[in-house]
């Protein structure tokens, strides 16, 4: 039955998501956010929001005993509707509030597919979705099997944290028990996994009532991996629609979305085709629009802003209505960015027509590009990225993962 408005409170220990949270106002409702005090001085779209609540720390600093007597004594006067994650690392948070407060949405144990690596990749295998061959970290003559009979290279992967964060890659038996020494007790923590060589795709997407409504595949021309462990200019770029590698990504990534119980939000899944063998392989997903400004390249490219049609379904479920997604447009989209070492670079010499996005982040450079044709959009990136290479570029060393979620 159709509400006048809704209740939502948001969760986001991260800058991110104004457009969500700007597009829930839009529609009517009252709008809450929970987030760090670290981040009160961002640029959150205040006017959009009735009211903003602070935690103390960042994201694991969190204490969830005091956020839920926070929340509680919040919902003594409002009845809360919706509780909404808007980042990976505030699943957690949010499935922990829905499962003590009984409010409807994604509960503790669907949210570890979207959240932990390990139940990702054995509820994948379970459902005959391709995976690299892995093991736990927890039994030692396991990982002495898989070492034994899985050809190295592999990667150490902590199981809870974001993209490539964290990872370590080894190339013999001797190698991979020295860094699981090393790990001590935090290696229950990680998996073990088969590297395989080749392509990193992702998939973009918006589901409701378990239904894929949208889904853009790009691809990354310098993958999550090599940036975090070598520096360098990110780059992704749309795929051509209908060709082999679209329909293949499509069709996999229904088959993840329905084994993992995805009812209805955004989501980001990220795919890889063997240089060897030509296979998908699944490597991960989340239940969120994807960081990186990608869903600014996926708007460039189809018209679909994915942060505003993601509260659009949230408005509509809340409020038992319809949702129609608008008319996708199909062009091409590529994003390039770095790391600047200027805090506000000077980006006015990368002016051909296709620009139309320009990252506004202190120290990076990064640019959006939009075209008809997709060879222009790879034309352009790989004329940026050396631009930014020689005349911007910076490289951070990746911090040490002593946390986790």
């Avoid at 392509?199 to 378990?210: P, R, S």
Wanted: with cysteine.
């Amino acid at each position: 039955m159709s509400t006048d408005f809704s209740t939502f409170l948001c969760i986001s220990n991260f800058f991110k998501g104004g457009d969500f949270l700007v597009e829930l106002k839009k529609q009517g409702n009252k709008v809450f956010l929970i987030t760090s005090e670290k981040l009160k001085d961002q640029a959150w779209p205040y006017d959009h929001i009735d009211e903003v609540f602070y935690m103390p720390g960042q994201d694991l600093d969190w204490d969830l005993d005091t956020l839920l007597q926070g929340v509680g004594g919040l919902m003594k006067a409002n009845k809360i509707d919706s509780i909404v994650a808007l980042d990976d690392y505030d699943v957690e948070k949010a499935t922990f509030l829905r499962e003590n407060l009984r409010i409807p949405g994604m509960g503790q144990t669907t949210g570890r597919f979207f959240r932990d690596k390990l139940a990702m990749r054995i509820k994948a295998q379970d459902e005959g979705i391709q995976v690299p061959a892995f093991a736990p970290l927890f039994n030692d003559e396991d990982i002495n099997q898989f070492a034994d009979h899985i050809p190295a290279p592999w990667v150490l992967k902590p199981r809870s944290e974001a993209s490539a964060h964290g990872i370590i890659k080894v190339h013999d038996k001797n190698s991979l028990w020295e860094h699981i020494h090393g790990l001590g007790e935090n290696r229950l923590y990680y998996l073990v996994e088969q590297f395989k060589p080749g392509d990193v795709y992702h998939a973009d997407g918006l589901i409701l009532e378990g239904k894929p409504l949208f889904c853009a595949v790009s691809k990354y021309l310098s993958t999550p991996m090599e940036i975090s462990q070598g520096g360098g200019i990110f780059r992704s770029a749309s795929v051509p629609y209908g060709s082999d590698d679209d329909e293949a990504i499509q069709k996999v990534n229904k088959q993840v979305m329905k084994a993992f119980g995805m009812k209805s939000g955004a989501t980001h899944t990220e795919f890889i085709k063997n240089r060897e063998d030509g296979e998908i392989y699944f490597l991960e997903t989340s239940s969120r629009v994807g960081g990186a400004h990608l869903a600014e390249m996926v708007a460039a490219a189809t018209g679909v802003n994915l942060w505003g049609e993601w509260a659009k379904i949230e408005d509509a479920l809340a409020k038992g209505k319809k949702y129609k997604l608008p008319k996708v447009r199909k062009e091409y989209g590529g994003i390039v960015l770095t790391l600047s070492s200027h805090q506000n670079p000077d980006l006015s010499g990368f002016n051909d027509p296709e620009v139309c996005f320009r990252v506004p982040l202190e120290y990076h450079a990064g640019l959006i590009v939009r075209s008809k044709d997709h060879g222009r959009v790879r034309e352009l990136l790989d004329d940026y990225a050396q631009r930014l290479s020689s005349g911007f570029a910076s490289v951070a060393a990746a911090p040490e993962v002593k946390k986790f979620h």
